[in-house]
């Protein structure tokens, strides 16, 4: 019921937010945006700090943000943005006006596109109605906001926000969470990206790891004077220093996306992992009657892939919430091109990277992994997994030979508090 009620204050809450837009008034909205800003209720800890510091929510990027605010007294006071209602006003403005639609999800009635065809008359009323609702926002709080964080730079809808900020002296701040790619695919970032006179309007630039800062650096030369590798702080939701005594018995297998890694240019729309992913459902499929094994499936909710094999019943899938926790739980885990598939070496676990393709020359779009844990022989994989099973194994293995991956994709694990602490308060 509970739920039944807030779902209708918040589909309400954007209606009155759309009428704002229409009544032409940027105070409304910014009260309506005021009272729209959320707390994570679950974070006991008070910060002694009174500076406000406004963040465009992503589950993601508020996991980073939960972190280092959990274990910092000195972080600012946090609250989040729904991103729908950014995205709301900017479809107001985008000359899609429709007043029966669903509100909560204008994202579904627009792209890029429509950010890059808007006519120049309708950008300048969007960016005046920002600007005239981020200073009233200010004076709501008494001037205490001090800066704004998004968490990509190509968040279309959100960058007339951005010029608001500037044009009120409100530093916008990019926690960049879109740090792991395949050396092919920040090749190809660098030289398609069209969201280059974005990093004009922010400030300050945290990246979780060198190879993204000398991307963005390649992309705007700016960049190099406000960006610092601070590291990722989920680190340490993986990060196990506790050694214990387990016997193998549990397999996760992190379903992959079947494009991971692989630069969206024309001459690769013909490549992708279809082959390693289904002939690793061949090869679970071929251990599942081993009364020794418990295999699990992490799916993410919306990547249902298809494959030409039929998952065996004895095989558990799970599609909600993250895959932290399956993590800990596993032994042996089967990734690819994912944070998690990195996550899994951070947490000390036997982890196999498929590599089942008839091109070989497809290797250079996995991620900079050990070589010894690439296979590219289903019989090495499956005898692999067979000689760990009920062998008693001491966890966290030691990932001596993983660290270079560690490094490359989550940075350095050295005073990452600290450092974002500069970075908001600063």
Partial sequence: MKEKIYSNFLYLLHVLVFISC??????LCAFFIKISLFKQKSLKKRTKNKKITIVLYRAIGERDV????????????ILYMRRSIVKLIFYFFSGKRKFFFNYLKPGLYFNQNDYFNQNEEDKKKLELFWSEVIFNLKNFYKNEISNIVTFNSSYFAEIALYAACNKNNL?????????FRSDPAIEYYIKENKYSHVFQL????????ESMKKALIAIDKSNRKKIFVNGCPRIYDYTNKKKYFKKIKDILFLSFHLKGGISPSKNNKSINWNLSYDKTIKILNELSNNENLNIIIK??????????YKIDKKIKIFNEGSAQKYIHQADVIIGHNSAATIEALINGKHVLIPFFE???KLEKYLFDFNKEIIFKSEKRMKNKILSLI??????????????KTIKKYYGSSENIIKKYENFLNN
């Fill in 22 to 27: 229409h009544l032409k008034s940027p105070k």
């Fill in 66 to 77: 939960r972190i280092v605010q959990k274990a910092s007294s000195k972080f600012p006071q």
């Fill in 171 to 179: 530093p916008v701040k990019l926690w960049f969470k879109e740090c």
């Fill in 202 to 209: 922010i400030k300050k630039i945290s990246v979780y790891n």
């Fill in 299 to 308: 799916r993410k909710k919306s990547r249902k892939i298809k494959t030409k």
């Fill in 358 to 360: 008839n091109k070989k």
């Fill in 390 to 403: 009920n062998k008693n194994s001491m966890f966290p293995l030691r990932n001596a030979k993983n660290a």
